[in-house]
Structure formats: C-alpha cells, structure tokens
T-cell receptor
C-alpha cells in the first residue's frame, strides 16, 4: 500500500488565486513528520513546510500553510496568492518515528505538477 | 552559508560500468541521505550515513554502496550499471535531531544516464 498519495497529477491555476494540493498518508506509527517540497525544472528539491504528528496547530511559512487533519490522515498544502514562480512539481513526504534504531528516510508521493497561468 | 553541493551535474555511462557520485552537506550538518528519482516519480530513499556508518537503507540492491568521510561528505557508488539505474540522484543533509522532525535539505542532484 502506498504510504503517501497525491491524487492530482497536474493542476492549472490562475495567478494570484489560492491553490490547495492534496496529500493523504498511511501510517500506524503515532510519531511522524510530514514535509512538502517544491521541485522546479532545475531538479533541486526545495523544502517548504513541516508538520509534526504531535503539533497542535497547523504549520505556516509565509504564503504556505499546511491543512493538517490527523483523523483523516491528510496534510494538504495551501499556497495563497499564487505567483508565476510557483510553477513546479510539489511533493508530499513523510518520515515515521519508528521503534527501531536509526533514522528513516523520507517516503515521497508521486507529486503534483502545478502550473500557474498569467 | 553554503548549501548541499553535488558533483558531477551530469554523467553518461554504459551498462556494466561503475559510477561514483559525490555530495558535500550543508554547513553544520553531519547526516547525509541519498535518493534516486526516476523520471516522473518521487524520490526513493537509498540509504543514510551518520558518523561514517550506514545507518538506514531502503530497498536497493547491494550494487548500491556508499561512504561517508570524516568531514561528513559522502559518496554513492553504483556497480554493474543497468539501464534502469538512469535517474536523478539526490543527496540530502540534516542535523542529527529527532528522527521524524529533522528537515532534510537537498542538493541540485546528479543526472545519470546509462546507455
């Protein structure tokens, strides 16, 4: 079963509009972190925002906010006032706390290709 | 403040050859993770290095190996290259914090093409 599901392969949004990118996750671990990354055509993964499983409030970073609904296991990214430079691939990722030793790598979804239109 | 750097940027190899990719972590970071990103897919975790030891490994064969040096830089080695190894290889660095809270910062990647 996929641990991270992003159901929107592509989205077209008008400049200055808000956009919501969907992400659902699957884990039985009570301790986990959720991350969103942006990947422009250049290839570099740019960290946007983080939400921990024990965080009481939704995370915000400038124009980015994370709509965290723990019971539904969803962690949607909201971008307010979209800009042309927001056009890129967006990936949702998770790291589980786990009970074993060592740190786990990130598990990524397949991504959403966001295109901002003028 | 230098970010994560990777070399080379691009690489072309033929099947059966061996390749070495290099990564220097962000200043102050001592943990390095490697990921493989096939075209149109999300990155997949290969392994993580901390204190010069492989700490965690994803579902990749032993043809994929690595090393971490005392200055925290790292190498990814792939032996007996297959066509399916063609991908963008991403290196990420992080602080040795709590496992599920530490943010990984990525480099620009190395694009490997196997002919």
């Amino acid at each position: 079963a996929q641990k991270i599901t992003q159901t929107q392969p592509g989205m077209f949004v008008q400049e200055k509009e808000a956009v919501t990118l969907d992400c659902t996750y699957d884990t039985s671990d009570p301790s986990y972190g959720l991350f969103w990354y942006k990947q422009p055509s250049s290839g570099e993964m740019i960290f946007l925002i983080y939400q921990g499983s024990y965080d009481q409030q939704n995370a915000t970073e400038g124009r980015y906010s994370l709509n965290f609904q723990k019971a539904r296991k969803s962690a949607n990214l909201v971008i307010s006032a979209s800009q042309l430079g927001d056009s890129a691939m967006y990936f949702c990722a998770m790291r589980e706390g786990g009970s074993g030793g060592g740190a786990d790598g990130l598990t990524f979804g397949k991504g959403t290709h966001l295109i901002i239109q003028p | 403040d230098a970010g994560v750097t990777q070399s080379p940027t691009h690489l072309i190899k033929t099947r059966g050859q061996q390749v070495t990719l290099r990564c220097s972590p962000k200043s102050g970071h001592d943990t390095v993770s490697w990921y493989q990103q096939a075209l149109g897919q999300g990155p997949q975790f290969i392994f993580q290095y901390y204190e010069e030891e492989e700490r965690q490994r994803g579902n990749f064969p032993d043809r994929f190996s690595g090393h971490q040096f005392p200055n925290y830089s790292s190498e990814l080695n792939v032996n007996a290259l297959l066509l399916g190894d063609s991908a963008l290889y991403l290196c990420a660095s992080s602080l040795p914090g709590s496992r599920f809270t530490d943010t990984q910062y990525f480099g620009p990647g190395t694009r490997l093409t196997v002919l």
